[in-house]
């Protein structure tokens, strides 16, 4: 008489039951092949991707402060709008508005010197074709763009938004982040990130 066969020292009925030892390992996950590319990637070169700030603004006496992202007319290019950046290092919450429109519209601006490639390098890069410009004025009575949204930012906080390149200004164009003097005469600094293509 031959002696029945064992697994783990336990009979084979047992195996045929489906019981078995040890607690069945569960499934390892599936390995995802399919890595993310950021949408940046496939349409420019490392030199067409910049970002940079502008300085800090004060908006008073009845004046909107404001930061534009222009894009000139006779650029040749089109700047993808990557991530916008508003920070409030006051003890108030304050209200920015952001404008789409042509950059004729823009007024009394200084361009910020703060702007650079963000493909850092011992060859320079060519500069921007984009340009951050700030300053303030008085709100335009009929401007020649629309307000799209309005963000509140909270005291000594940053609050922001990234279209990842789903904003585009043309030639000729701009995004423009104002800030209106509610009496308080709030202070802010904006931040920008965008690639350029050619046309």
Same mark, same amino acid.
């Given at each position: ?14 195996? #045929? ?29 490392? +030199? ?5 700030q ?7 006496d009845?004046?909107?402060?404001f930061?534009? /992202?222009?894009?000139? /007319?006779?650029?040749?290019?089109? /700047?993808?709008? *990557? ?6 290092p006051?003890? +108030? ?9 042509? @950059? ?8 910020? @010197? #703060?702007?650079?490639? =963000?493909?850092?390098?011992?060859? @320079?890069?060519?500069? @921007? ?12 009575? *009929?401007p ?15 609050? =922001?938004?990234?279209? *990842? =390149?789903? %904003?585009?200004?043309?030639? =000729? ?20 990130? %965008? ?5």
């Amino acid at each position: 008489m031959t002696n029945s066969s064992y697994y783990y020292r336990l009979p084979d009925i047992y195996m #045929q039951m489906g019981y078995f030892p040890f607690p069945t390992p569960p499934p390892t996950a599936p390995l995802n092949r399919n890595m993310p590319a950021p949408y940046t990637m496939p349409i420019s070169d490392p +030199c067409k991707h910049f970002l940079g700030q502008s300085e800090k603004i004060v908006a008073q006496d009845g004046e909107h402060g404001f930061v534009s /992202l222009v894009n000139p /007319l006779r650029s040749g290019v089109l /700047l993808y709008v *990557n991530q916008w950046l508003i920070t409030n290092p006051q003890a +108030c919450p304050l209200e920015a508005h952001i404008w789409f429109g042509k @950059a004729t519209g823009i007024a009394k601006a200084k361009a910020s @010197a #703060q702007v650079t490639s =963000g493909y850092i390098q011992l060859a @320079a890069c060519p500069a @921007a074709q984009g340009q951050i410009m700030y300053g303030s004025d008085h709100p335009p009575g *009929n401007p020649d763009g629309v307000f799209a949204s309005i963000r509140i930012v909270p005291p000594m906080a940053t609050a =922001g938004e990234q279209p *990842n =390149g789903q %904003w585009i200004i043309g030639p =000729g164009m701009a995004l423009t982040i104002r800030v209106p003097d509610t009496g308080e005469q709030p202070a802010f600094y904006v931040y920008m990130n %965008w690639w350029e293509h050619p046309l």
